[in-house]
Structure formats: C-alpha cells, structure tokens
C-alpha cells in the first residue's frame, strides 16, 4: 500500500529561522514528487522533483529529491511570517494510475 | 481567471439531501482529480478522469459518490443521501497528461452536513 510519511508534524520558529522539512514515502509507479502550500484555502504549487539530487530553488525555497532513499526535503531559509501554512508532500504514480498521493503535511508557524 | 474553478465554494445541507459540486478545469488539462480534505489530514484520493474517462476509482468511496466529466471539460462530483461524516473541503485538481505531472487546485467547495 502507497505511503506517506512527513515529519515533523508541527514546527514553531521565529522569524529569520532556517527549517527543513521532510518527506519519505512508499509508492509503486513513482513518478515524481511534489510539494505543496496550504494556507487556508486549497494546496498551491511549489515544486515538482523527478531527478535525484538535483536541488530546485525558488527565492527562499529549496528542495532535492532522493530516489534511492525515498524521500525529499523541503528547505525554507529566513523564514518570515508570511511561510506559516501547511507544506504538504506529494509522490505522483504514472500510468493509467496516475494520480498525487498526500502525507498528512507539516504545520508550519513563524512568529515574528 | 484561467484556474481551476469550483463551485459553490460553501454548501450547507441537511443529512439525507443530495448535493452536486462542478469543477472546471484549467482548459487545456485533460486530467482531473476529485480530492476530500477533512480538517488536520492531506487531500485524500477520491477519483481521476483522463479526457471523459474515469480511470480510478477510490475504494473508500461509497456508492453515495458519483463523478461525471462527460464531455471531457468540467465535471461533476455526487454525493447522495449526504451524512455528517461526509462534512470535509472537496477539491478539485487538473494536470496536463504528463505522467506525474503537476497538478493545480481550485479553492474546494466546502461542505457542511447538519
């Protein structure tokens, strides 16, 4: 059975902290893996791995994906107010199977 | 907006009553996702269509649920007889047909069984 795991589960720092986030799953037919942002609303996109190793950035965001290990970290460098939200984790099968499969995600809160 | 739209964005039912929710999809992407989110869980896999075809069903779908995409484009999820347990955020999501793709969400319609 496809699984999901994220960790930690909750996470409280200050504004300007460095955290990392991580994801390690179990999915037959990987694909690719992607990360999520929740704030109130529905998930928006932040990244799509495929690759081992390869590190995708974008502004204060970075994330690598191991294929071997199965997992992915997600890093966010000088946090600020505006990251509080949940990331969430999402390996993707291929095929006629197609589709994301979500860990329950980490709740991130950065006070000021 | 040329996103994932859904709609209504709020339903209040009473239990028994059947709802129905449309999803239209950014409109280039022949895949859709129905998704339920309950409140401290990720999106749960409900079912997926490529063009009008449902390819996948979730097990833990109940014969309550029904989703249509008949003509490739929109779709629509049914949930009959609703219970309370069925209260949750229902998301939609489209992708182009890439395996593994990336796929983007609408807003959820959220549903509220009293």
């Known amino acids: 059975e496809d699984k999901v795991v994220q960790s930690p589960l909750s996470l409280v720092v200050h504004e300007g902290d460095t955290v990392t986030l991580n994801c390690s799953y179990e999915?037959?037919?990987?694909?690719?893996l992607l990360w999520y942002k929740q704030e109130k609303k529905a998930p928006t996109f932040l990244f799509m791995l495929?690759?081992?190793?390869i590190e995708k950035k974008s502004g204060r965001l970075s994330s690598i994906l191991d294929k071997k290990e199965l997992f992915s970290i997600l890093n966010i460098t000088a946090t600020q107010t505006g990251d509080s939200a949940i990331y969430l984790c999402?390996?993707?099968?291929?095929?006629?199977?197609?589709?994301?499969?979500f860990g329950t995600g980490t709740l991130l809160a950065v006070q000021p | 907006d040329t996103g994932v739209s859904q709609n209504p964005r709020h339903k209040i039912t009473k239990r028994g009553q059947n709802v129905t929710f449309r999803c239209d999809p950014i409109?280039?992407?022949?895949?859709l996702y129905w998704y339920r989110q309950t409140l401290g869980q990720g999106p749960e896999f409900l079912t997926y269509?490529?063009?009008?075809?449902?390819?996948?069903k979730s097990r833990l779908l109940s014969d309550r649920f029904s989703a249509e995409r008949p003509k490739g484009s929109f779709s629509t999820l049914e949930i009959q007889r609703t219970e309370q347990g069925d209260s949750a955020m229902y998301l939609c999501?489209?992708?182009?047909?890439?395996?593994?793709?990336?796929?983007?969400f609408g807003q959820g319609t959220r549903l509220t069984v009293v």
């Open positions: 999501a489209s992708s182009l047909g890439r395996d593994g793709g990336e796929a983007f």
């Open positions: 999915v037959t037919n990987f694909r690719s």
């Open positions: 495929t690759s081992s190793g």
């Open positions: 999402a390996p993707g099968r291929g095929g006629a199977t197609n589709k994301l499969i």
């Open positions: 409109s280039e992407h022949n895949r």
């Open positions: 269509f490529q063009n009008e075809a449902q390819l996948e």
